[in-house]
């Protein structure tokens, strides 16, 4: 008779206005075991998880853990139930001390007052087992603003266990880690199992799921596909499951022509699914024999890391990849809204370098930010006033006086072309439904006549109606000859709407998809960066490009290269009492990768 899983969750829906994020979302897992979570962007799993937490409270469904319904109102409730959760956001204060932060929450206290032996007594086994990720120290009195990101990532973890969980959450927790701290972390995750501990693991890094986990949950449009046993199942063939198995071949004649890593073939510039349904708007311009109008080389900076590509007048180039991998970072480097660390940036062949939005307007660019109601809209003030911002500065600047008729008469024109439903342009932005809000903040930048446009996610958090309607406005960008850089967290937007795509993996690109390959197939494997051919990528260095880190971690490590070997033998000394399967085999996939085994 199987065993009763420990976490149950039943028939979970949450919908966020017209986006369903949930769709009765069945998901299972045993006690002593660590379970992945898998899916492409968008198909539920974090917000499966942030219900377990209670971050997110769901509209329907049941969690049952250890056959006891939960209730949560909140992350507090969670808490005393024995969950804890490690996010990429970090919930550190770091003005406070290490040992401080810790017991954030739960300090302990003698006579009314706060007992620091006791918090000491609560903590510091915790920093002592994870030692070796703070080079050999215990950084008990010093101050988390001090540390390094990977050193601050590993106190957020130890916050967690200082609880005490039956259930811990690690969302992404390894992605700022360096190696050797990686090697610590599945050392501890493994001492965890033994202890019936469940782990629940969610990671781009697919080597990562095979040297630890046991299980892994594949989820997608919101809800559960299958649950397999790691060991027992190819890296392609997860890939598969996180598409659909059967995605076809899109319509793209080798897409517009090929960037700086040479794609499939050269296109004609208008495009595959971008063109469907076009007949009757204007064809964007031939590009595959046009000079170049955008040219990035070297573009480093953040989490950036040596990115090239270029882009013809009319083309639509998408930037894919999983959430988080830099793909907002270069778009508002390429807006001079991030410092540039290096690189060049050439636009109809002159040498730009804007320092400010304001001097990226003047060059030609564009930008709609990932974040409309912060960034793309003053939410309070009126239709018009929002459409007339990026304009009046050039009205001025040219000595146009500015007047009310010629900016309403201006603004109506602007929406009427992509489609805009409003009552009077003198209420505010705010009472307009978020598809028509988004409009606006395309639609804005129409008179300033861009030569690139720059588009961060810019269909997220509406109904698929407005999201048609908002790549019709895409379309008519790249038709008037204008080029577009299209950021989305959905593989099937970018197939629908671009010419080939770009996909980055921690600050790179690693992909370049167009022509017969630019399916959601390919994408979602050039994401988890196993190789395209139909192969299993192969566990050792698959899923972890060169350091296995991001570009802070890969500076962190060659900062300390003379003493990481003498971290290492710290590591697997303090891993001998963890002799389990997978602690090994994580300290072997991790290791090979350390001499250069990743691709």
């Known amino acids: 008779m199987d065993t009763p899983p420990f976490l149950r969750m039943s028939g979970v829906h949450k919908r966020y206005g017209g986006v369903t994020a949930l769709a009765g979302a069945?998901?299972?897992a045993q006690a002593g075991s660590v379970h992945a979570v898998l899916g492409p962007n968008g198909s539920g799993k974090s917000t499966l998880l942030k219900v377990l937490t209670g971050v997110v409270r769901p509209d329907a469904g049941e969690v049952l853990l250890a056959d006891r319904r939960l209730r949560p109102r909140g992350p507090r409730d969670t808490l005393a139930a024995g969950v804890s959760a490690?996010?990429?956001?970090?919930?550190?204060i770091e003005d406070f001390t290490v040992l401080d932060n810790l017991v954030l929450g739960v300090e302990p206290t003698r006579f009314g007052l706060r007992d620091r032996r006791a918090a000491r007594a609560r903590a510091l086994p915790w920093l002592e087992r994870f030692a070796p990720a703070f080079g050999g120290r215990v950084p008990a009195e010093e101050r988390v603003g001090d540390l390094d990101p990977g050193e601050r990532q590993v106190v957020e973890i130890c916050k967690a266990l200082v609880r005490d969980p039956r259930v811990l959450v690690l969302d992404e927790a390894t992605a700022s880690l360096r190696r050797a701290q990686v090697r610590v972390l599945f050392d501890v995750v493994a001492e965890l199992r033994e202890r019936d501990v469940l782990i629940l693991f969610i990671t781009h890094r697919l080597a990562e799921i095979r040297a630890v986990c046991d299980r892994a949950t594949i989820m997608r449009n919101g809800r559960d596909v299958t649950t397999v046993t790691v060991g027992e199942t190819a890296e392609r063939e997860l890939v598969e499951l996180m598409s659909d198995g059967s995605a076809p071949a899109a319509a793209h004649p080798g897409g517009a022509a090929s960037g700086a890593g040479g794609g499939d073939g050269a296109g004609d510039g208008t495009a595959g699914a971008r063109a469907e349904?076009?007949?009757a708007e204007p064809e964007a311009p031939q590009t595959s024999e046009a000079a170049p109008l955008l040219e990035v080389s070297g573009l480093a900076g953040g989490l950036l890391d040596d990115v090239s590509f270029h882009l013809r007048p009319g083309e639509v180039l998408g930037l894919g990849g999983l959430q988080g991998q830099g793909q907002s970072e270069l778009l508002a480097t390429l807006f001079g809204a991030r410092r540039r660390g290096g690189g060049s940036v050439r636009l109809d062949g002159r040498p730009v370098h804007p320092r400010s939005p304001k001097q990226a307007v003047r060059a030609g660019f564009a930008y709609v930010p990932g974040n409309r109601g912060v960034q793309g809209l003053a939410l309070g003030r009126p239709i018009l006033e929002n459409f007339s911002l990026p304009s009046v500065g050039r009205r001025a600047?040219?000595?146009?006086?500015?007047?009310k008729r010629?900016?309403?008469?201006a603004a109506r024109a602007v929406a009427e072309r992509i489609g805009t439903r409003y009552g009077s342009l003198d209420d505010p932005v705010s009472t307009l439904s978020g598809g028509n809000q988004q409009k606006i903040v395309v639609g804005k930048w129409f008179?300033?006549?861009?030569?690139?446009?720059?588009?961060?996610d810019p269909a997220k958090g509406i109904d698929v109606g407005a999201k048609a309607e908002m790549f019709a406005v895409v379309s008519e960008l790249a038709a008037s000859g204008a080029a577009v850089v299209l950021g989305s967290s959905d593989d099937r937007e970018l197939v629908e709407v671009c010419d080939r795509v770009l996909v980055l993996f921690e600050g790179r690109i690693v992909d370049e998809v167009a022509g017969e390959r630019l399916n959601e197939d390919t994408l979602i494997a050039s994401s988890m960066h196993v190789n395209g051919d139909g192969g299993d990528g192969g566990t050792e260095g698959s899923a972890l490009p060169e350091a296995g880190t991001g570009p802070e971690a890969r500076a962190a490590e060659a900062a300390e290269a003379a003493a990481e070997p003498t971290a290492a033998t710290g590591v697997g000394g303090a891993a001998a009492g963890a002799s389990t399967e997978a602690s090994g085999e994580a300290r072997r996939t991790l290791g090979s990768d350390e001499k250069g085994g990743a691709a």
Do not use: I, K, N
């Open 26 to 28: 069945d998901f299972g």
């Open 86 to 92: 490690v996010y990429q956001e970090l919930s550190l």
């Open 277 to 279: 349904g076009r007949a």
């Open 397 to 403: 600047a040219l000595g146009v006086a500015l007047s």
């Open 406 to 409: 010629r900016e309403t008469a």
């Open 447 to 456: 008179p300033t006549e861009p030569r690139v446009v720059l588009m961060d």
